[in-house]
């Protein structure tokens, strides 16, 4: 189902045509857009911004069709998706039992060719990354310090950081993700990923740039807190222990064996590293396949891609690290290996990001729900909720 316009289409840029932010503007204030350039920016983010291609399979794994009745109570009256898509400012919504697709809607003049920006989704891609280049031998163990694999951290305080409390964003390292206005994360993007004509001085080089963040101030493993320069110092140690780029590697071990039917495309640092906090970009459809492969706790049509443990690893929590815990870590979720623990009685997670972007994942249902979205929707977890009560 495809629709020209959206709830509040004319805040969104309608009246332009949803239009495209002048690219070096774009460079120069970065994301968040502000909202007329939003459906534009994020369905042709690598037309403002560098990007390296992940390359669609070979041969495409095609989902099968079947249309489902979805309705539900929202506010004490009965509601429907359709009902849903008016209400909130969604690019692209898809929901798959297992191989078929029940559902599958657009707005805003986009289309299932459209690539949608992932915000912090491609946090999760990277910690699949790892767990496949763990299962290869390229890294070691989640117990080694990351400075064990990059020369360049040896010495600091990220560098003395297990990969297992960076994947779960407990480091300790002080980053101010929110403090100030974001200033941590604008300085990041500043010294990291600007280049020359992003608007700002010389680029210090990613290393350093990750670096400079050097004051602790908990213990590794003791305290959960939301840093994305986290997934950065893992997609560096990633890229110097298997020596292939996180595109490549994606391409190679996930991308292909998947069937995906469309190139992806991955924001570059200014060093030509992917940003592994942000960045990513690909059809719906695709992302549908990434979630349904987590739905297979790393399995796809027989073969195992990520290993299982790996998987149940990345979604539970363990005794010791209870902080990690639904309503421990976060108010409501919990936290795993760079993805978010949902809360219940049954095994759910998410890959989150920020303005709404969710691939929801119920392994024991085969069910999954991916959204793109231009603004942050709340009520995304209800429609989750009750889509895993009525297909689970």
Not at 134 to 147: L, N, R, T
Not at 260 to 269: C, G, I, R
């Amino acid at each position: 189902m495809f629709s020209p316009a959206g709830p509040k289409a004319e805040l969104y840029g309608a009246a332009e045509g949803f239009p495209v932010p002048d690219p070096v503007l774009a460079r120069i204030h970065g994301n968040p857009f502000e909202p007329k350039y939003r459906v534009g920016a994020f369905s042709h983010f690598d037309e403002l911004f560098p990007t390296r291609s992940v390359r669609r399979a070979e041969t495409t794994w095609t989902f099968k069709r079947e249309a489902a009745d979805i309705h539900y109570s929202y506010r004490g009256q009965q509601s429907s998706i359709t009902e849903y898509l008016s209400r909130n400012p969604i690019t692209g919504l898809l929901i798959a039992k297992d191989d078929r697709i029940l559902a599958e809607h657009y707005q805003y003049g986009r289309t299932d060719r459209d690539r949608l920006i992932s915000q912090s989704m491609v946090k999760s891609i990277v910690g699949m990354l790892i767990g496949i280049a763990v299962s290869e031998g390229a890294i070691k163990s989640v117990d080694d310090p990351a400075e064990t694999y990059v020369a360049g951290f040896k010495g600091t305080e990220y560098g003395k950081t297990p990969i297992r409390d960076l994947l779960h964003m407990s480091s300790g390292v002080e980053f101010g993700e929110e403090r100030n206005g974001g200033s941590d994360l604008n300085r990041l993007w500043r010294d990291m990923v600007a280049r020359p004509g992003f608007g700002h001085g010389p680029p210090k080089g990613t290393i350093e740039s990750i670096v400079q963040f050097n004051h602790r101030i908990a213990t590794p493993g003791t305290k959960y807190y939301y840093a994305s320069i986290e997934p950065d110092v893992l997609g560096i140690v990633h890229r110097y222990a298997v020596r292939q780029t996180l595109g490549d590697y994606l391409h190679d071990r996930i991308w292909e064996p998947i069937g995906a039917e469309a190139d992806a495309n991955w924001l570059l640092d200014a060093q030509d590293f992917e940003v592994a906090h942000f960045g990513f970009n690909a059809v719906l459809r695709d992302y549908a396949r990434l979630g349904r492969l987590l739905a297979h706790d790393g399995a796809w049509e027989g073969k195992q891609i990520i290993p299982t443990q790996w998987m149940l690893d990345a979604t539970t929590v363990r005794s010791a690290d209870s902080y990690l815990a639904p309503g421990n870590a976060m108010p409501t979720f919990g936290y795993g290996y760079l993805l978010w623990l949902l809360p219940g009685p049954r095994r759910q997670f998410a890959m989150v990001g920020a303005l709404g972007q969710r691939v929801c994942v119920d392994p024991a249902a085969k069910l999954v729900m991916v959204q793109t979205a231009l603004e942050d929707t709340p009520e995304a977890w209800d429609l989750w909720h009750v889509l895993a009560k009525q297909f689970g």
